[in-house]
């Protein structure tokens, strides 16, 4: 779907939220939903933790999540914008 991510099925979301709460590598939330994988360690999240859920990118071996956008509406009219260019 966006670069070498591909989008997460309900049950590959809850495989992955299991796995990461299990204590695989790196920083995990119990309110990180993921729905993006490149199945190499990295992650596009909504983080249901904070105010507007904004997206963010969990990247193999960073100690923190960076933030891509406030709100999924945000990062997809974002997405829909580089797909019309």
Do not use: C, M
């Not at 992650?43 to 105010?51: F, G, S």
Request: charged share 25%; no cysteine; proline share 9%.
């Amino acid at each position: 779907l966006v670069g070498a991510f591909s989008l997460l099925d309900p049950h590959d979301i809850a495989e992955t939220s299991r796995d990461r709460s299990a204590g695989a590598p790196g920083p995990w939330d119990s309110g990180w939903i993921p729905f993006l994988d490149d199945y190499g360690g990295n992650l596009v999240l909504l983080d249901t933790t904070r105010p507007g859920n904004p997206v963010i990118e969990l990247w193999d071996g960073h100690d923190r999540p960076i933030d891509v956008a406030p709100s999924l509406e945000a990062w997809a009219k974002g997405l829909l914008e580089d797909f019309q260019a």
